[in-house]
């Protein structure tokens, strides 16, 4: 419930700050609706999704969806024919109803979930999420960046604004487990990452970039390895608010493992420094 929470609030913040941006002009000509984590339906149903469709306008072409990705919970979209494929296809037409039969755009960018959380055979979890919502033939959505590639995917989505589509989970993903220098994408290796972004930086000076990927370049969250007192203390209480049961020293373990392992696809392991030193100012 409570990631739940953060969406609504996230997709809130995103129309008033749209909003506020434009103030001053005669009316709002964007609204970018930022939606993480909705890959699990709860009885059938999604209540972020079923919040936007009953609160916006999707024949507005001035509003816009993007799914930050972790799109099909746990482990990406199954192969046809393979267990679970059903149901990952059923969250998938769930998110994709939103604009079904509207104007609006909407973009799926992967996760770590959609990569099969790192595990062998994720590349091909990605392909078959990108495989199944290009063939639901909606002229309105795509699935960006395409075939596992990292980006960057410039995209117009009006006059002021352009999305770029970035897989971060590409940086995760270990050698054979993604696409690289053998493969088709425009971009092969972190240099060519990095210098195509700053030519689409370059070649928009006048317009608002919106990068979109799933992993944010900095967190003090618990996915940056920045964990509170009572988290380290009390660490029972994560898994049980009402366990208040003091576990010095033990209750550190599992931060420091989580921060330094990658098991939890943190931004402390290597992959991520790099992505983060190559982007920085």
């Known amino acids: 419930m409570s990631r739940i929470l953060r969406i609504v609030s996230l997709v809130l913040l995103v ?81 994709l109803s939103v604009v079904a039969g509207k104007k609006a755009r909407a973009f799926f960018v992967p996760g ?66 993604r696409p690289g220098l053998e493969s088709g994408c425009e971009c092969k290796d972190p240099k060519a990452i990095t210098n195509a972004l700053r030519d689409i930086i370059s070649s928009y000076p006048d317009r608002l970039i ?13 996915h940056g390895g920045y964990y509170t007192i009572k988290q380290h203390i009390f660490p029972l209480t994560d898994i049980k608010p009402g366990l208040w049961i003091p576990l010095p020293l033990i209750g550190s373990i599992y931060p420091i493992a989580r921060g330094y392992s990658g098991m939890c696809r943190t931004w402390r392991i290597p992959g991520i420094r790099t992505c983060v030193r190559r982007w920085s100012p």
């Open 15 to 95: 129309s008033t700050v749209c909003r506020t941006g434009y103030a001053q002009g005669d009316r709002v000509v964007q609204r970018i609706y930022l939606v993480g984590d909705a890959g699990e339906l709860k009885d059938g149903h999604h209540p972020v999704c079923d919040w936007l469709k009953g609160h916006v306008d999707w024949n507005d072409t001035g509003n816009v969806l993007v799914y930050l990705g972790d799109n099909v919970y746990p482990h990406g979209m199954p192969p046809e024919g393979a267990r679970g494929v059903d149901e990952a296809r059923e969250i998938i037409d769930y998110q």
């Open 112 to 177: 770590n979930h959609d990569w099969k959380q790192g595990k062998p055979g994720g590349w091909q979890q990605v392909k078959n999420e990108q495989n199944y919502i290009d063939s639901v033939g909606l002229a309105n959505v795509d699935f960006l960046p395409k075939d596992g590639c990292p980006g960057p995917v410039a995209v117009e989505v009006g006059e002021k604004v352009v999305l770029v589509a970035m897989d971060s989970e590409w940086w995760l993903q270990e050698e054979g487990e």
């Open 210 to 222: 919106l990068v979109a990927m799933h992993h944010p370049l900095y967190t003090h969250g618990e």
